[in-house]
């Protein structure tokens, strides 16, 4: 997926709905195995960087600047294919995800599940969030 001409990835970004503050759901889902990873948000920019570089790039509502899937930790996203859902303002990205995806050390941020007791913890770290981001966190 890498390398889409410029032009074609401009024309794309104009079927692009933007929310009012200019971003856009991402679900990253496991192109392999069909696990969604994680949901986050990108700007244009990030959406175009992701488009590309074949680089999954998000935007940090929190930071307000770009992130890089993978800059701190390793825990790279190759991406395979974008998909824009019918409404214009939902992009599903399938990617090979290099190590976890969540921040928490699990290969998925959904590891908390809906049941009787309120919720259950479904699956455990496959490592530290320390040995990802070091003591400073994500």
């Known amino acids: 997926?890498?390398?889409?001409?410029?032009?074609?990835?401009?024309?794309?970004?104009?079927?692009?709905?933007f929310?009012?503050?200019?971003?856009?759901?991402?679900?990253?889902?496991?192109?392999?195995?069909?696990?969604v990873l994680m949901v986050?948000?990108?700007?244009?920019?990030?959406?175009?960087?992701?488009?590309?570089?074949?680089?999954v790039c998000y935007y940090s509502?929190?930071?307000k600047k770009l992130w890089r899937k993978g800059e701190t930790s390793g825990q790279v996203q190759r991406l395979?294919?974008?998909?824009l859902d019918c409404?214009?303002?939902?992009?599903?990205?399938?990617?090979d995800q290099s190590g976890v995806a969540c921040h928490t050390g699990r290969r998925s941020c959904f590891?908390?599940?809906?049941?009787?007791?309120?919720?259950?913890?479904?699956s455990e770290p496959e490592v530290s969030p320390e040995q990802l981001y070091g003591a400073s966190g994500h």
């Open 80 to 83: 395979v294919e974008a998909r």
């Open 19 to 35: 929310d009012e503050s200019g971003l856009i759901c991402g679900i990253a889902q496991q192109v392999d195995t069909g696990e």
């Open 111 to 122: 590891f908390r599940s809906f049941d009787e007791n309120g919720l259950k913890i479904i």
């Open 87 to 95: 409404d214009g303002d939902a992009v599903l990205l399938l990617v």
């Open 40 to 55: 986050a948000w990108l700007n244009r920019d990030a959406l175009r960087e992701t488009l590309e570089s074949g680089r």
């Open 61 to 63: 509502r929190s930071r």
């Open 1 to 17: 997926m890498v390398g889409l001409p410029s032009e074609a990835i401009e024309r794309a970004l104009e079927s692009v709905a």
